[in-house]
């Protein structure tokens, strides 16, 4: 029993399943049904017809059969016969159905079993299969097979159940079948229930027929048969007061419907009914008798039943049903048994058996069993040993059709007759054989059904079981597979990924400094990824796998394989643009070191010009000294003529020294003037103006306005003393323009020359002034302009006033040059009150490069007017250059194309950065296309397209592909349908539905398979959509800048995994600085995520917020493990990361920080050196300029000096020699006087001069650095190497071992005292060697240079550093003894910027009288 | 005016010749023990003879400063010998002060009127600062211009009303004084409250009442540029 509910609860839950799907199939066969109708609706016209009519003969025959068999049969022949090609199949089936009804009255029902599957297994009409289930229904009844009659009303039911539901749209006729065979359903039903006497079946059928009577009112046959069961059932039913009355009627009710309608066989059957009834005993009224007797039109004195059952015997002999005749024989032996004429009795027995008998073999013989039919006969006794009687036989063997209760009928008759003639044997036969028929078709047939049908649901939940069994254990085995593949395959992609990050860092690590060019790039490059990417990716071995195309890859190896080429691609361009960093670099450097090396040389030149100022300055004691004597003449009035004698003599002495000093001067100005030569170039005013422009706060701070006139002037000239002179000139003009005032520069241009001039509205000067001012070549600037009525506002304001001459000089250098600058003029304007104009002229200068890019650029400008009207003309010529093979030209020309709608997309967008390539890796024109861009996209089509042509044709390969591709892309954007979508989705949900419906089919395990494969093709479906993704974002991030970075990254992430918002923070560059971060949209917490970021900056490890929503990736400096650029944070909508989205997150943070580090920081550092670099040339390039300027002013201060001055100690001279020649001495006043004035006014002029170079001295250009006492030997030897090449003479010079010894001075001068030292030595010649020496005392350090072999004149030495040790040799032009006054100057130099004094420098002999020493001392530091 | 010896050092031989006859025949009294031209000879006569005072110039030998030093020694040998720089670097002051500090009597200009009598005698009588006409006037015009910046800074005051208090906050605040330090110093009577107060109206009285924003820094300097600080005496409050 348990075992059994259980059943019944899988087979439950199964049932359900298959309820669920049913409906599914359902409403699917519902569809269908539809399609169908549609099909025959739109059949048309014609054909409604011909459906009527089969209908008609349909009712026709249906009616007839009850009335006349061979009338019945013709119409259903009609309908076969004649319309056996009709497409109106459900009226042939209908046709067929009728056939099978005449061939059940005919009791022929094997063959009419066949019409009803027939039916059944061709239609797909639920009605009509319906229809056919109630007749096989009634088939079974007929042959007692009830397990077959219950599966036949399940049937029926469940196909009378679908009916219902569609009842709404069928057409008449159906309608009437409808109610027609919902009746026969009941009727059979009732029939079956009443004849295995189940009342419960009955009356539950009786009810169902009652309330439904109008479903047959109108119906005559289904009324009789209706009349006819409710009779049975009466009678049978004991609760009935007059159950036999009520028969009666229904009997009489019954015979006249169908005499009236011809119903014979009901006639018969009501006939018989009366008569039994009748002989039962049921009395009959006189009324109906007489009603009867008129009925059948039989009138005499026969008995009434006995003329009722001849009459149905009469009927059924005509009519040809055997069993209704059987019945009417049977109810015929009653009768005679109850007359007592048994041997009648007898003979109506022997009628019907053979009757069955002449069945038996009509069947048999048309089953083609005829010699076994000859020999298959029943009797009515057979004294047999056979235990199985024939009709047992029967009924067993499946090959025979036997009615049991036909031949059960019999035999009881016959027994019953046996008995009443007292034959007991025979009797008991038919006994026997009636009780065997009875129990082989026994009445608990409900019970053996369910038994039968448990059996079957047994078997088939077996069955079912098993497949389950069997399908779990295949489902659980193969997602054991599954996940040991899966999760090997994961791992699998896992490691790939990581080795292809592997090889980006070790990509990104190939950037070194040591790259120069593309070709060491690429080598590079390829050095360092080759081997792994051949072990990766095996199948690129041999190639150039940056050449390969991944398109030709699969699965996974194609999307990794994109990964890295765009990499690959990406850290090239870096390296492109680091390449041009390190050019610009080098080109910066190199610019550089030139300028130090101009330094460098305007040092030494300086050092000399100091040099040269001491000799300026030595002369002044001297005039001094001169003074003071002649002051002492002046006032000594009891001087003896001795004294004054003496004191002429030693005027005398100290004027010829003075001469001396200045002729040494002289020379010196004169040869080292060539080494101060002017930088003469042509440049334009323009930069220079602007500089001054931005200048102006300085005027602005005093409340004078400064206007600088544009200007395009080029001119001739030296570019430093330029600016030099502006800013002179600028300078003066602020000073002496009081507050309110304005100053104007700009530049006139004439045919010849350029006047740059500075205006201002200041006091103006006299007159006298600006002849001073334009004529002399010294004067007191000091004087200037202090004779108006501001002379106290310009005393004020009055600064040493060499500027001006400073110009004048530089003027006048120019002239002296060159005859080009003969048109050089320095020159003044001015009238008191109305401001002053200064300025110069320099010859005008020619830019010719200039003028050839103006007007390319005018070229460029026209051009872009027109570019797209161009570019089709390109296309043009593109196609004739494919059509006639000549390819090469057709790219040319594509190009060109492309560079039109370059600059059309330039026109459109200022600055955008999407430009249209040949051939690369960006496709602007799809960016264009996406950004809503309007240019001619056909055209670019059909340009791509022709590129790809001719790169076929050319055979290059990753032109043909980039431009096909591009092609294509373009192509399909273009011509987009957006009703495309909704179509795929229709289809898709078509499929979708296709897809159900397959699985609602019912295979569960391929719904599990299908599941099994749906899921890991996700799986890997998913990890690549993510690997695109992060492909996609890669392209995108490349074209980022640090701003829009994060925007650029939320938009991508989101694509892998929504986020709420993306951030990026960056630490802070220097400590005083703060962490800068920036986050997508509205950020509530902002807070928050940044403490989060900045404690996964500290801690250097993902921080992932507590509802895992919120996670922050440090991103580490490539090739590192503990610099941290940055952090990422990314907040998720869902906290709940897979494991290859998680995977891939972290990919995008540890992309980022390679991308960010070369995009950003490596820029950025790269940047900033520059800068920097740029920076330090400029301040190189400043020093170097000033120096030169000031070399430059004190050439001419000394130049002017040695000029101006030369006249007054001669002049002096020739007074004094006049004076001394008289012996008598008649020195008187006037001498002295005129000595004193010419000696004034050369002290005057010698001071303003010495001033005006000195005040040059001033600013400290001393360069105070650490030098070790090594390093110093290491110059030395440098420039021992440099000048014995000049000499080539054999000597060597070494230097002692000193470490330790560090001293502080000026690299440059030093190195400048060096060479002078050593070209002492060589000069020489002494064939000695040259040996370094380092000494420390008293906070000294002490470097002696002996020359091994040479010795002084020990007269000489104490004179060797003196201006007096200078001289002049006319034959080589040179100054002998100026190396020492050099090298003096740089000790000099070092005492007093140094913190100390008392740097010596002096020559001594050796006391061991080998060689000398060179010595000198410089500060310890 | 007593005997006296004397050592000249001069490296120039036309000099040396004038600043004997300057000797002869203006200051008779002088013996001269010795000229050197150099180093070794000073340090030579200086064992020989005891000289009352050494005449020194400052170009010796090769090196045009080595008097400085040879002063140093000087003093630090022969303490009673009396040093008299004599020389011919009219425009290096900073080599003045180095003399000066050398520990040298006087310092005479080889311009205008050379060596005096005067000059000598007050060297001998044990006077210090000896200068010559020329390097007092320099030292008269940067004494002058000395007391010029101090009379301006009264005038600043008088100007800007500026009392002891503003002062004080200033010059700390030039030397990067926090307000918080500048309220805590001895004496300070106000809270930092008080001092940001003060700070504005000072603001307000040295910049005129419609001025930009003015930080710290600016005001400081503002100061220093009225003279109301003294850049070259800045220095915090004793504590």
């Known amino acids: 029993m348990l075992k059994k509910r259980r059943k019944r609860n899988i087979c439950f839950t199964f049932a359900h399943i298959i309820r669920l799907m049913g409906t599914q199939i359902r409403i699917l066969f519902f569809i269908m049904t539809q399609a169908v109708l549609l099909c025959l609706v739109s059949c048309g016209e014609g054909m409604d017809a011909q459906q009527r009519e089969i209908d008609s003969l349909n009712v026709l025959a249906s009616q007839a059969k009850y009335r006349s068999l061979e009338e019945a049969t013709g119409y259903v022949d009609e309908v076969l016969g004649k319309y056996a090609d009709s497409p109106y199949r459900d009226g042939l089936h209908e046709a067929m159905l009728n056939r099978g009804d005449i061939y059940g009255m005919q009791m022929e029902y094997d063959s009419a079993q066949v019409c009803y599957r027939q039916v059944l297994e061709t239609s797909n009409n639920d009605l009509l299969c319906g229809v056919a289930d109630v007749d096989m229904m009634s088939v079974c009844l007929m042959l007692s097979m009830s397990k077959e009659f219950y599966d036949y009303r399940s049937d029926a039911q469940e196909r009378l159940a679908n009916v219902e539901e569609e009842k709404e749209d069928m057409t008449e006729h159906q309608q009437a079948l409808w109610s027609a065979v919902q009746t026969d359903y009941h009727m059979v039903s009732m029939n079956y229930f009443i004849k295995m006497r189940q009342d419960d079946g009955v009356l539950e059928e009786s009810e169902w027929l009652e309330q439904h009577q109008d479903l047959f009112a109108t119906d005559s046959v289904r009324q009789s048969i209706y009349l006819f069961l409710t009779s049975i059932y009466n009678v049978a039913d004991k609760k009935m007061v007059d159950a036999g009355d009520e028969m009666q ?53 026969a008995p009434l039943e006995l003329k009722l059952a001849n009459r149905a015997l009469r009927l059924a002999k005509l009519y040809g049903n055997d069993f209704v005749q059987t019945t009417v ?488 040059t060159n005859a080009v600058f003969n048109v050089c003029e320095f020159g003044v304007e001015s009238e008191v009150g109305k401001g002053s104009r200064f300025f110069f002229r320099l010859p005008k200068g020619v830019m010719k490069l200039m003028v050839c890019l103006g007007l390319l650029m005018q070229c460029m400008v026209m051009k872009a007017e027109v570019h797209l009207p161009s570019a089709e003309v390109y296309a043009d010529s593109i196609f004739n250059a494919n059509v006639n093979g000549d390819y090469e030209q057709a790219i040319i020309y594509a190009d060109s194309a492309i560079q039109c709608f370059n600059r059309y997309y330039l026109e459109q967008v200022p600055k955008g950065k999407c430009l249209m390539t040949l051939e690369g890796a960006e496709m602007a024109e799809i960016e264009w296309w996406k950004s809503g861009m309007d240019t001619d996209y056909e055209l670019i089509i059909g340009i791509r397209n022709e590129v790809a ?147 996964a900056y500290r801690q250097q490890k993902e921080v992932v917020s507590s509802n895992g929503r919120f996670r922050a990736y440090p991103m580490f400096v490539p090739g590192s493990e503990d610099k941290v650029l940055g952090v990422l944070g990314v907040h998720f909508i869902d906290g709940k990361l897979q494991d290859e989205e998680s995977l891939i997150i972290n990919l995008v943070a540890q992309f980022m920080s390679i991308h960010s580090y070369f995009s950003y920081h490596k820029v950025d550092e790269m940047s900033e050196l520059l800068e920097l670099k740029q920076d330090e040339r400029m301040r190189i390039d400043n020093e170097q300029q000033k120096v030169y300027v000031r070399n430059q002013i004190m050439d001419n201060c000394l130049s002017t000096l040695k000029h101006e001055t030369m006249y007054y100690p001669n002049r002096i001279k020739q007074i004094v020699d006049v004076a001394l020649a008289d012996p008598h001495a008649p020195v008187n006043e006037e001498i002295i006087n005129d000595i004193d004035e010419l000696l004034s006014y050369y002290k005057e002029v010698f001071a303003i001069l010495s001033t005006c170079a000195g005040k040059q001295v001033e600013k400290v250009l001393f360069k105070r650095v650490q030098l070790s006492a090594q390093d110093i030997g290491e110059m030395a030897k440098r420039s021992f190497k440099k000048q014995q090449k000049k000499m080539q003479g054999k000597t060597s010079i070494k230097v002692a071992d000193e470490k330790g010894l560090m001293i502080q001075g000026d690299k440059i001068f030093i190195q400048t005292l060096l060479d002078n030292i050593i ?35 020990e007269e000489d030495i104490p004179q060797l550093f003196y201006i007096d040790n200078v001289k002049y040799d006319a034959k080589s032009d040179t100054l002998s003894g100026a190396q020492y006054m050099i090298c003096r100057q740089i000790v000099r130099e070092h005492d007093a910027y140094s913190a100390r004094r008392g740097c010596r420098i002096y020559v001594e002999n050796n006391d061991d009288g080998q060689g000398s020493s060179f010595i000198f001392t410089l500060p310890v530091s | ?154 005038e600043a005051f008088l100007d800007y009303d500026i009392d002891e208090y503003d002062e004080r906050f200033l010059r700390h605040l030039a030397l990067g004084y926090t307000k918080d330090m500048i309220a805590g110093l001895k004496g300070m009577p106000f809270g930092v409250k008080s001092i940001e107060k003060r700070q504005n109206d000072l603001t307000n009285r040295l910049f005129g009442e419609d001025h930009e924003p003015v930080n710290a820094t600016r005001l400081a300097t503002k100061a220093i540029e009225l003279r109301i600080l003294d850049i070259d005496n800045l220095e915090p409050d004793d504590e």
């Open chain 1, 249 to 301: 009627r229904n009997l009489i009710r019954l015979l006249s419907m169908s005499r009236q309608n011809g119903n014979v066989y009901y006639e018969i059957l009501a006939l018989n009914g009366l008569a039994k009834s009748i002989m039962s005993g049921g009395e009959l009224k006189p009324s109906r008798w007489i009603f009867i007797e008129e009925l059948i039109g039989e009138f005499g004195f």
């Open chain 1, 329 to 816: 024989l049977v109810t015929l032996s009653d009768y005679y048994l109850k007359a007592g004429e048994d041997s009648l009795a007898f003979v109506q027995m022997e009628d019907a058996l053979e009757l069955i008998n002449q069945h038996h073999q009509k069947m048999a013989r048309t089953a083609k069993r005829a010699q076994e039919a000859d020999h298959d006969v029943l009797y009515a006794y057979t004294n047999t040993n056979d235990t199985i009687s024939t009709e047992m036989r029967w009924i067993v063997n499946p090959q025979v059709v036997a009615v049991p209760e036909w031949m059960a009928m019999v035999r009881e008759q016959l027994s019953v007759v046996y008995g009443a003639r007292g034959l007991k044997a025979e009797s008991d036969y038919n006994h026997n054989v009636y009780f065997d028929i009875l129990d082989a078709t026994r009445q608990d047939l409900r019970v053996l059904q369910e038994e039968d049908n448990l059996k079957q649901e047994e078997h088939t939940l077996n069955l079912l079981l098993w497949v389950f069994g069997i399908a779990i254990v295949v489902l659980v085995w193969l997602l054991f597979l599954y996940n040991k593949r899966s999760r090997e395959e994961y791992r699998k992609k896992v490691r790939m990924l990581s080795k292809v990050i592997e090889v980006c860092k070790h990509l990104s690590s190939a950037l070194s400094d040591d790259i120069e060019d593309e070709e060491d790039l690429t080598e590079a490059l390829h050095k360092i990824s080759d081997a792994d990417v051949e072990r990766l990716f095996p199948q690129v071995k041999g190639k150039d796998w940056t050449k390969v195309d991944y398109q030709t890859m699969k699965g996974l190896d194609k999307e990794l394989f994109h990964v890295l080429l765009v990499f690959y691609e990406w850290m090239r361009q870096k390296g492109l643009q680091y390449i041009h960093f390190s050019e610009e670099e080098q080109r910066l450097e190199s610019e550089t070191y030139v300028f130090e090396k101009r330094l460098e040389e305007n040092k030494r030149q300086y050092i000399e010009k100091l040099t040269s100022m001491s000799i300026v300055n030595g002369i002044t004691p001297f005039l001094d000294r001169a003074l003071h004597e002649i002051n002492k003449l002046k006032t000594d009035k009891n001087a003896t003529p001795e004294t004054i004698r003496e004191r002429f003599q030693y005027l005398s002495e100290l004027i010829d020294k003075i001469n001396e000093y200045n002729d040494v001067l002289g020379h010196w100005v004169k040869i080292r003037q060539g080494m101060v030569t002017l930088n003469i170039e042509n440049f334009a005013l323009k930069p220079l103006f602007e500089m001054l422009r931005h200048g102006s706060k300085s005027f602005d701070i005093k409340g004078v306005s400064l206007a600088v006139e544009d200007t395009e002037a080029v001119v001739k000239a030296d570019k430093s003393l330029t600016l030099f002179m502006m800013n002179t000139l600028l300078d003066n003009a602020r000073k002496y323009t009081p507050a309110g005032g304005k100053v104007n520069l700009y530049a006139t241009e004439t045919e010849t020359y350029v006047e740059v001039s500075v205006a201002d509205t200041g006091h103006g000067m006299s007159a006298e002034d600006v002849d001073t001012l334009n004529n002399s070549k010294v004067y007191d600037s000091s004087k200037i302009g202090t004779d108006g009525a501001n002379a106290s506002d310009i005393k004020q304001n009055k600064g040493f006033g060499f500027g001006l001459m400073n110009c004048k000089g530089i003027i006048g250098k120019y002239k002296k």
């Open chain 1, 949 to 1095: 042509i001719a790169a076929l044709s050319l055979n290059r390969n990753s032109l043909y592909h980039y431009n096909s591709e591009v092609f294509t892309r373009l192509y399909k954007l273009t011509s987009t349908d957006p009703t495309l979508e909704g179509y795929c989705n229709n289809i898709k949900m078509t499929n979708r539905n296709k897809k159900t419906t397959a699985i609602l089919l019912g295979v569960l395990l391929f719904v599990v398979l299908a599941t099994y494969f749906f899921l890991h093709y996700r799986n890997t479906q998913l990890f690549i959509f993510n690997l695109r993704q992060f492909i996609q974002l890669n392209n995108n991030v490349f074209t980022a800048t640090e701003q829009t970075l994060p925007d650029v990254l939320h938009q991508n992430l989101s694509d892998i995994k929504t986020a709420d918002t993306v951030g990026m923070m960056v630490p802070p560059k220097d400590s005083s600085d703060q962490f800068w971060s920036h986050f997508t949209g509205v950020v509530a917490e902002r807070n928050v995520y940044e403490s989060m970021m900045q404690s």
């Open chain 1, 1319 to 1353: 070209s002492l030595y060589f000069e020489h010649q002494s064939g000695g060697d040259l040996l370094l020496n380092f000494d420390v005392s008293d906070g000294f350090a002490k470097f002696a240079f002996t020359d091994t072999a040479f010795r002084y004149d």
């Open chain 2, 1 to 154: 005016m007593d005997p006296f010896k004397v050592i000249i050092v001069e490296d120039v031989a036309l000099e040396m010749k004038g600043t004997v006859e300057i000797f002869r025949s203006e200051i008779p009294e002088a013996e001269i023990v010795g000229t050197a031209m150099n180093e070794t000879e000073l340090w030579r006569l200086m064992r020989d003879s005891q000289p009352d005072m050494v005449l020194l110039d400052l170009g010796l030998g090769g090196s045009t400063t080595a008097g400085v030093d040879v002063c140093k020694q000087l003093r630090r040998r022969y303490p009673d010998v009396h040093v008299l720089i004599f020389t011919g670097e009219i425009m290096n002051e900073k080599l003045w002060v180095d003399a000066l500090d050398a520990g040298t009597d006087g310092i005479i200009l080889k311009s205008g009127e050379l060596l005096t009598k005067g000059d000598v005698q007050s060297v001998l009588n044990g006077k210090r600062m000896v200068f010559n006409q020329p390097i007092l006037e320099k030292i008269l015009q940067r004494f002058r211009q000395s007391v010029i910046n101090e009379s301006m800074r009264q």
